[in-house]
């Protein structure tokens, strides 16, 4: 019986071995994925390349993740760029070697996306800030702009056009971000209803395209690609460089935040506000769910305008929505400034007693939340698992949407911010990639939780029940910084545009190099085999 037995395992194992090696053989025949060679001849290759700046092969750990921290996807290689002729020459490279060598290409500047879209598994990652020039060239033209790599950091140009008394128009929440990684999703904050996001805002465009040709493009050269590379997720092209329109730039501003219960109040004032010519410069919005001492903690930033009513006023157990706008002046205009402010507050129904405002530098407004940052670091609550949702809503779905996720979806926000206020689309370019609900006012709610005591699979569920919330509400709602596991999904998400989008990754990236991580184009995505959750 045990000789039996024995010979009975031998003949299995022998099996199993036989399938492993027939599987490690067939592995090493050209066309199919090479296990034996451990990337060494694509490694010598890359190694081989005549560039400015170099290629690492180790030490990929910082590439392997992102800010939502969540995947981990080791690249076989960083590019670290001194020149767009380097980006060129790698591009080119990888699409020499053909599909063969499933080498892919991501696109890295600060490493803020949130589902592993900045990465590339066994890719090419591009670490895009090596790519940054100390010279941002500022023109004083009649419309003035500035000229910045795609490697730049938004408030590296803010500090410099202020030397200048200029300023970009519109903003992220969030400066620390690359020029190419906003523009190649939209760039929205509270300036949107005014300006439009900030692919609304760029006179000129520098792509090394998927065929690793280096384009310029704009309104009138190669609109079509200008248009595609705009919100396009970075399928059809890597922004090396960016001409970005300017205005103005004020010393300081007033910021207000005021408090509502009603939510369909706080809505309709937010509504009036971005309808105005003449109002405040920045409105956003977030909702408070059972926070205790919420007034209170103001006071740190922020002055009541009248303390003791102030200090009277309870928000546990409430569900609140924050009113947040804020207005542009000099210091010579204060007064005028003032009076404008009042009457722009006469117009709305808030509470009285939640009014609180303060006066900060125009610089310290915009980076408010690298304060914020730092705290968190010092905590050690930054590089934690981030698993934020963004949506766009219909405004004829808004009333519905609150009513249900603030209500009954979630029970509380001690995670992180919710953001959400409304934008004016008809402002808007909608030429570019960026996909939006069809009604002109729709508003940006932005779930923004951090996962720091292992409740990550709670918010996960507590997102997919939102989402499939506006599912079976037939709601028009769209994400924004989108994604999707299927084709399937990414053609919903497209609509009718998802024609067009696909000619043009066909047109200027061919084999789907480019930006694998969005997982929207079936022959660029690879096997990503650790999901850290």
Not at 40 to 53: C, P, Q, V
Not at 156 to 185: C, Q
Not at 402 to 427: C, D, H, M, R, W
Request: net charge neutral; with cysteine; aromatic share 10%.
């Amino acid at each position: 019986m045990r000789l039996t037995s024995s010979l009975r395992f031998h003949r299995q194992n022998n099996k199993t071995f036989l399938g492993i090696f027939m599987i490690l053989v067939l592995s090493c025949i050209p066309g199919r994925t090479n296990l034996c060679s451990n990337h060494s001849d694509t490694r010598s290759s890359l190694d081989s390349l005549d560039l400015e700046g170099y290629i690492t092969f180790d030490d990929v750990h910082n590439a392997s993740k992102d800010f939502g921290n969540r995947y981990q996807f080791p690249p076989l290689a960083i590019l670290h760029p001194k020149s767009v002729s380097d980006i060129s020459t790698v591009v080119r490279h990888i699409l020499h070697l053909g599909s063969t060598s499933n080498l892919t290409v991501a696109a890295r500047g600060h490493g803020h996306s949130l589902q592993g879209q900045a990465l590339a598994h066994q890719g090419v990652v591009i670490n895009m800030e090596s790519l940054q020039n100390p010279d941002i060239k500022i023109y004083r033209e009649k419309q003035p702009y500035v000229d910045v790599s795609g490697g730049e950091l938004w408030i590296n140009i803010l500090k410099e056009t202020l030397k200048h008394g200029l300023s970009p128009k519109s903003w992220t929440d969030y400066l620390h971000l690359t020029v190419g990684g906003t523009l190649s999703n939209a760039g929205i904050s509270g300036q949107a209803f005014k300006h439009g996001p900030q692919i609304n805002n760029v006179y000129q465009l520098e792509i090394v395209t998927g065929k690793g040709e280096v384009v310029t493009c704009s309104e009138k050269l190669n609109p079509e690609l200008f248009h595609s590379v705009l919100g396009g997720l970075g399928q059809f092209g890597i922004i090396t460089r960016a001409r970005i329109s300017l205005g103005p730039a004020p010393h300081m501003v007033k910021w207000i935040r005021v408090l509502y219960s009603n939510f369909s109040t706080f809505s309709s004032d937010q509504e009036h506000l971005i309808s105005k010519k003449k109002g405040f410069d920045y409105v956003e919005g977030f909702v408070s769910i059972n926070r205790t001492d919420l007034l209170n903690n103001w006071r740190s930033s922020f002055s009541p305008n009248d303390s003791t009513e102030a200090s009277q006023f309870k928000s546990d157990g409430k569900t609140l929505y924050c009113l947040e706008a804020v207005k542009y002046f000099n210091k010579e205009e204060a007064n005028s400034m003032n009076q404008e402010t009042e009457k722009l507050l006469s117009e709305l129904s808030y509470i009285p007693s939640t009014l609180f405002s303060s006066v900060v530098p125009y610089i310290e407004f915009l980076d408010r939340v690298h304060l914020g940052e730092i705290k968190l670091r010092a905590k050690g609550l930054w590089e934690v698992p981030h698993p934020w949702l963004n949506l766009l809503v219909p405004k004829s779905s808004i009333i519905e949407f609150a009513t249900e996720v603030f209500n009954n979806i979630l029970t509380s926000n001690n995670n992180g911010p919710i953001l959400i206020y409304p934008v004016n689309q008809s402002k808007w370019n909608k030429q570019t990639s960026l996909i939006t609900p069809s009604e002109d006012i729709f508003y940006l709610v932005a779930f923004l939780p951090s996962a720091v005591q292992n409740d990550l699979e709670h918010l996960l569920r507590q997102n997919q029940r939102v989402l499939n919330f506006c599912a079976e509400a037939n709601m028009d709602v769209k994400q924004y910084l989108p994604h999707y596991e299927t084709q399937r999904e990414w053609r919903s998400h497209f609509g009718n545009r998802w024609e067009t989008f696909a000619k043009m990754k066909h047109e200027y990236d061919p084999l789907a190099i480019l930006a694998p991580g969005h997982r929207i184009f079936q022959n660029a995505t690879q096997l990503y085999p650790i999901q850290l959750q």
